[in-house]
């Protein structure tokens, strides 16, 4: 396995585990509590927001 083969799950492990959502609350924190919510259609909604998130975080750091 190469080192590029790595990066990727790096910086995702670094954008999802960020503190960035305060200085008391971690974004994987927020994202697991998003996984729990009751109502189908908006926990359905919540999630396509998170992968759409991560997709966004990867390419931005792809393109530095």
């Not at 492990?13 to 008391?24: C, E, L, T, V």
């Not at 994202?31 to 919540?46: A, H, I, P, S, Y």
């Not at 759409?52 to 750091?61: F, K, N, Q, S």
């Amino acid at each position: 396995m190469t080192d590029e083969q790595i990066d990727p799950e790096i910086g995702f492990n670094a954008w999802f585990n960020d503190d960035s959502y305060g200085p008391y609350s971690y974004r994987c924190e927020w994202f697991f509590g998003d996984c729990e919510v009751g109502d189908v259609n908006t926990r359905k909604d919540l999630l396509y927001k998170w992968i759409h998130a991560a997709y966004c975080a990867g390419y931005e750091e792809g393109a530095e």
